[in-house]
C-alpha cells in the first residue's frame, strides 16, 4: 500500500471520527434540551393538578376532588409536551405514567391504568384507598394520619376511639405504649412504607399491561431519598411517575423521572 493510500485511509478514518462525535454531541444537546422540558413538564403537570383542588377542609376531613387532580395533571402535560392537539400522541403519552399517587392526610388514593371493555382501551381507574394503619394483637387496629389524629378500633368487641395520639395513650397505656417521639418516627416510617408497597404493586400491575400489548420496556421502582419523601408526607401531596418516554431516537434514550409535589388551597374551611 503506497502512502497515498495511507493518507486516503487516515483521512477516511478521521472524517468518520469527526461525525461520530458530531452526533453524538448534537444527540447530547437534544437530550438536555429535550430533558429540561420534560422535568418542567412533569413538574407544572404536578403544580396544576394540586392546585385549588381542596374543596373543603375542616382540619381533620379533607374533600378533595380527585377526578379534577387527574384531569389538569393530564391537561397540563400534553400542552407542555406540545401534543395537546394529537390524540394519538396523548394516548401514548398516558402509557408512560404506570400511577398517579393522591397521598391524602388518612391514607393514599392510587390510580392506575387499566383494560376497559371489549374495546380493550387502556383508562386510568382509580383503587379503593389505602389507610396508613398497623395491624395489633387480638384483631386491633391503628390508623395513623398525615397528623397526629389516630382512630383505634377493636374488630371483636367493637369499641372505636379517635383523637390526639397523646389522648388515645392515656385512655389506652396498656394498648399503646410508644412515646410521642417515637410514635411520631414510627408514623412517619408507616406512611412511606404504605407509599412504597402501593407504588411497587402498580409497577408490577403496569408490567403486565406492557406484556400483554407486547411492549418490551419495563417499568421500574424510582429511586427516591428519604428527606424528598419526609417533604411530601408533610401535608396532602401527590406523586406521578413518568418513565420510559422517548427523547426521540434508540440513540438518545428514555426519559424517567419521579415528580413529588405538595399543594393544598382550601375552598372552604367549616367552622369548627
Not at 400534553?78 to 397521598?103: D, H, S, T, W
Amino acid at each position: 500500500m503506497s502512502v497515498s493510500d495511507y493518507g486516503l485511509l487516515f483521512s477516511i478514518l478521521f472524517i468518520v471520527f469527526v461525525l461520530f462525535h458530531v452526533i453524538h454531541l448534537a444527540d447530547y444537546e437534544v437530550v438536555r434540551t429535550l430533558q429540561t422540558q420534560y422535568n418542567l413538564a412533569i413538574d407544572e403537570a404536578v403544580e396544576a393538578a394540586l392546585y385549588d383542588v381542596v374543596e373543603e377542609d375542616s382540619g381533620l376531613d379533607l374533600i378533595m376532588n380527585e377526578e379534577e387532580v387527574i384531569h389538569r395533571f393530564f391537561q397540563s402535560l400534553f400542552i407542555n409536551l406540545g401534543i395537546m392537539e394529537q390524540p394519538a400522541k396523548k394516548e401514548l403519552c398516558k402509557f408512560y405514567v404506570p400511577y398517579i399517587l393522591l397521598v391524602e392526610k388518612d391514607g393514599i388514593i392510587p390510580y392506575q391504568q387499566e383494560i376497559a371493555g371489549k374495546s380493550e382501551e387502556i383508562v386510568f381507574q382509580t383503587r379503593k384507598k389505602i389507610h396508613y394503619q398497623w395491624s395489633m394483637e387480638n384483631k386491633e387496629i391503628l390508623r395513623a394520619t398525615l397528623t397526629d389524629y389516630v382512630y383505634y378500633d377493636n374488630l371483636v368487641t367493637g369499641k372505636h376511639m379517635e383523637g390526639d395520639y397523646r389522648d388515645i395513650v392515656s385512655e389506652l397505656p396498656e394498648k399503646l405504649r410508644w412515646r410521642y417521639d417515637i410514635f411520631d418516627k414510627k408514623k412517619r416510617e408507616l406512611v412511606i412504607d404504605t407509599i412504597k408497597s402501593c407504588t411497587s404493586e402498580c409497577i408490577n400491575h403496569q408490567n403486565q399491561i406492557a406484556r400483554k400489548y407486547g411492549i418490551e420496556y419495563k417499568f421500574t421502582l424510582p429511586l427516591i431519598e428519604y428527606e424528598a419523601w419526609y417533604r411530601t408526607i408533610q401535608d396532602v401531596s401527590m406523586i406521578a411517575l413518568f418513565q420510559g418516554y422517548p427523547f426521540g431516537n434508540s440513540r438518545t434514550g428514555i426519559f424517567n423521572r419521579a415528580a413529588l409535589g405538595g399543594a393544598r388551597i382550601a375552598k372552604q374551611k367549616r367552622e369548627t
